[in-house]
């Protein structure tokens, strides 16, 4: 593995059923973050985490998830899809969770929900 | 609250022609730092330059540079000797010192013609 890796590229998904975005770093970064990306909204975050074992809200949370049980691994899980998070999710991470630190992305997960 | 405005959503330029897509942003901190990501078609986000908002010189890597006007709340990146490998989605970024929250803005596609 070399940087981020996101699973799948892409999946179709009908309401209401449960479905985890999956993100893994190599680089041994602190923080993660959770962004979607929707046609002229630009990127948008959703969740974010400084460390492992720790969580917070960005600026569109409802609907999702996440967890970081280690270093290395920050899913994201929307529990009962609806079509309005059909969207491209990307997972970023840097150095630690501050301004000045460059955010690394992953290649994007392609949602749709019908 | 700050935003980030680009007001091109298209744009083109010959090969080996230079170009300057434009960036706005509205804020009233004073210490903050500002960013270019590019997304080529492969959806990949990387980062282009980054600019600190007390620094009064301009960014420069290789082939792109910035005009950051700090009064005027501009931030232009300008790509010289424009390459195909250019074409690409462009972001805009914004944070404020002592957060983690990127303002992105929605985005100037740039497709650079042969």
């Known amino acids: 593995i070399a940087g981020i890796t996101q699973a799948p590229t892409s999946q179709i998904l009908a309401a209401g059923r449960r479905m985890t975005l999956r993100c893994t770093q190599d680089?041994?970064?602190?923080?993660m973050y959770w962004y979607r990306q929707d046609l002229g909204l630009g990127l948008r975050l959703i969740h974010y985490s400084n460390t492992a074992g720790t969580t917070g809200k960005g600026e569109v949370p409802d609907g999702y998830s996440v967890s970081r049980a280690n270093t290395d691994d920050f899913p994201l899980t929307l529990a009962s899809a609806v079509p309005s998070q059909t969207s491209v999710y990307f997972c970023a991470s840097s150095v630690v969770l501050a301004s000045y630190n460059e955010q690394f992305f992953g290649p994007g997960t392609r949602l749709t929900v019908l | 609250a700050q935003t980030v405005t680009q007001s091109q959503p298209e744009m083109s330029v010959q090969e080996a022609e230079t170009v300057t897509l434009s960036c706005t942003y509205d804020?009233?901190?004073?210490?903050?730092?500002l960013f270019w990501y590019k997304q080529p078609p492969s959806r990949q986000m990387i980062l282009v330059i980054r600019q600190e908002a007390y620094k009064q010189q301009n960014a420069t890597e290789n082939r792109f540079s910035v005009n950051f006007q700090k009064a005027a709340k501009s931030f232009s990146l300008k790509i010289s000797d424009s390459q195909l490998g250019d074409t690409a989605m462009y972001f805009c970024a914004f944070i404020s010192s002592g957060t983690y929250k990127y303002i992105f803005g929605t985005g100037t596609r740039l497709k650079v013609l042969a």
């Open positions: 680089m041994r970064h602190n923080a």
């Open positions: 804020t009233s901190e004073n210490n903050y730092y």
